[in-house]
């Protein structure tokens, strides 16, 4: 890992999770140097969760800057929150509410221009695995980013690569499946944006206690966007200590 990446692991609570369990983070966490830690909580919970051990992340906003979207939440209410990161892009937003990567790029464009950290989600389904056309899968995701952003958005947003057949199934990709996914993103981005050798890119489905030590020590992976074990506080304090 170039050091000038530092180690990150992003925790998305997804729809889980409770005041009390936020309760109980809060009191046992220990924030750790050597990884910046990032914990992505419901929204109503943004203002319980805001505390100096760890940044504060939401898990998507609209790509509006106001105005009449029920039910949405904008870029800058989240910035009043504390909030320093957003998670975008994310398959379950894809498949739920039929986010396109149009309106994924939109999304990080918002972010961007309100001073937020994009965390851009991207990943295959298992059939695109199965054809063998990952890369081609990813790059489009990546690339509508680019077409609508620049590839300036490289030098702040940080990139989640997340296989579909890998989340909640505990069914991790293998380190070297991962690292090859990391290895031709870092490639691509590189090519439109020379300091994308700084972008951090995490891995995630499926990270847990046991399988982050192999992950994280593949060079181009930077840490982890984790789902399930991050709602287990001992589990999640071991990934962290896994990120160095
Ligand atoms: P799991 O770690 O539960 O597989 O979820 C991964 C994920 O989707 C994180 O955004």
Redesign the pocket.
């Given at each position: 890992m170039a050091d000038s990446r530092k180690p990150m692991v992003a925790g998305?609570w997804k729809m889980n999770g409770s005041l009390a369990l936020l309760k109980s983070f809060s009191q046992s966490f220990v924030s750790d140097n050597n990884a910046e830690v990032v914990l992505c909580v419901p929204s109503p919970y943004l203002a319980a969760a805001s505390r100096s051990d760890f940044a504060l992340g939401a898990q998507d906003c609209s790509q509006f800057v106001a105005g009449a979207h029920t039910g949405d939440v904008s870029v800058d209410m989240l910035k009043e929150m504390g909030v320093e990161y957003v998670i975008v892009g994310?398959s379950e937003r894809r498949q739920d509410h039929g986010e396109s990567n149009l309106v994924v790029a939109e999304k990080v464009k918002t972010i961007l221009q309100a001073g937020l950290i994009p965390i851009l989600c991207c990943g295959e389904p298992l059939e695109v695995r199965e054809n063998g056309d990952v890369n081609a899968f990813v790059a489009d995701q990546l690339a509508a980013v680019k077409t609508v952003c620049t590839s300036d958005f490289l030098d702040t947003c940080v990139i989640a690569y997340?296989p579909i057949w890998?989340?909640?199934t505990g069914k991790t990709a293998s380190p070297e499946q991962a690292q090859e996914v990391h290895g031709f993103i870092r490639k691509m981005i590189c090519e439109w944006n020379p300091k994308a050798q700084n972008t951090r890119l995490l891995y995630?489905?499926?990270?847990n206690a046991s399988n982050a030590d192999d992950l994280f020590a593949k060079p181009d992976i930077d840490g982890g966007?984790?789902?399930?074990?991050s709602l287990k506080i001992d589990d999640f304090a071991a990934i962290i200590a896994a990120a160095k």
């Open positions: 998305n994310h997340e890998a989340i909640g995630g489905g499926s990270v966007l984790i789902g399930g074990a």
